[in-house]
């Protein structure tokens, strides 16, 4: 306790890593020597809490004494990333990027230092802020100028699926629907998990989102009109192999008609839902 009284940090030291240590190891002693004596437990209990008191309050004028320099050394660690920001080389920004998670950990380790020293807790709490204002300004800044490569690719990706809707010949449309759009969307897909969040990715996303299903619709809409010639041909074939039984007067010939039925209803419902949504099967 003498030593709460000292100006000097070098008494503090001392207290806590001399003196403390020593008390305590005397106390648990004379716990032990005076075990079962009921006169010695308020005693222990009371000394017990003076050390304890004094050695939080040794330990919190020690860090208040240290914290100015740690201050200046953990607001200048921030101070590094948020100035990567204002440059306008993306060299600085990877930097920046690659020794923030470094700058976190330091600002956890005073974290720990200070804890329970008030002074300290808006300190960490401004500085945790800077940082990920920082972070966060910077993985934009980095997003927006790798956007540009990223829109030329898969705008060719896209474009590549847009072009085959000029081919005359389906053999295109079914690679272009089998290959070429499912790799389109699985890029985009991959970007849209890297870049979720900015605002110039989601702009390039709805537009070339929307390029594609426009694509996709259009040759499903061209290869669906090539089959639909043959597909109806069938059908009419097979409703005929139906009706053909009606001009019949033998109910034998009705009762096969009637067997065949489900399967031509099958058959023509298979067709409705592979043309669905197209005028032309419709009518």
Known sequence: EGALSKG?????????????PTARDKLQEYAEKFDGVDGWVPIQENLTARLDTAVRELRKKLAEREM??????????????????????????????????TVRDKLGEYADKFEGVEAWAPIQEELEGRLEAAVTALKSQMAERELGDVKRELSRMVGQVEDCQKKGDPAWWKDALNKDAPSAKDKIGEYSDKYGGVAAWEAIEEELTSRLD????????????????????????????????????????WKEGISNSPDVADKLAAFREKYDGLEAWDA
Not at 8 to 20: M, R, S
Not at 72 to 86: F, G, K, P, Q, W
């Open 68 to 101: 100015k320099g740690e201050k200046d050394d953990a607001v200048r660690l921030v101070r590094s990333i948020e100035s990567a920001v204002e440059k306008k080389d993306s060299a600085w920004w990877r930097d920046a990027l690659r020794d923030a998670p």
């Open 8 to 20: 000097d940090p070098a008494w503090w030291k001392e207290g806590l890593k001399d003196n403390a």
């Open 214 to 253: 426009a694509a996709i619709s259009v040759l499903k809409g061209k290869l669906a009109e090539r089959d639909m010639a043959d597909d109806k041909r069938t059908a009419q074939s097979l409703v005929k192999n139906v009706e053909k039984f009606i001009s019949e007067k033998d109910p034998a010939w």
